[in-house]
């Protein structure tokens, strides 16, 4: 399945859970367009130094991935992208680093909404 992009209601379902700054205290960037690039690189699998510079710095991508998996918001993510019909069974996560430790984490070991 090719890549899509999230949309605009999408966007604004997200954008709450995402950083409202850097951390880092550098220049403001687009958060869209990073998140954008963060599902771009765990969807396709390419390596963060491949990613497409229209989505922003990779370091900066990748840092964002990293905030994200140490805050637990992934989970939270998915389910709103489920809720908004993506596909989201391609996402790897499996790098995914949470509470300072490496550990393996796949979208199976997440509870996934029960459909009514």
């Known amino acids: 399945m090719p890549f899509r992009e999230p949309d605009d209601r999408l966007w604004e379902a997200v954008r709450p859970l995402l950083p409202v700054r850097s951390p880092h205290g550098g220049r403001r960037v687009d958060l869209r367009r990073l998140f954008t690039g963060v599902l771009y690189v765990l969807s396709t699998g390419v390596a963060w130094a491949d990613a497409p510079r229209c989505y922003g710095a990779k370091s900066t ?7 994200l998996c140490r ?46």
């Open 61 to 67: 991508l990748h840092r964002l991935h990293l905030h």
């Open 71 to 116: 805050t637990g918001k992934y989970p939270r993510i998915i389910e709103l992208m489920r809720a908004h019909e993506y596909d989201v069974d391609h996402l790897d996560l499996s790098r995914c680093h949470l509470a300072g430790e490496y550990r393996a984490t796949r979208l199976s070991d997440w509870a996934r909404p029960r459909l009514h």
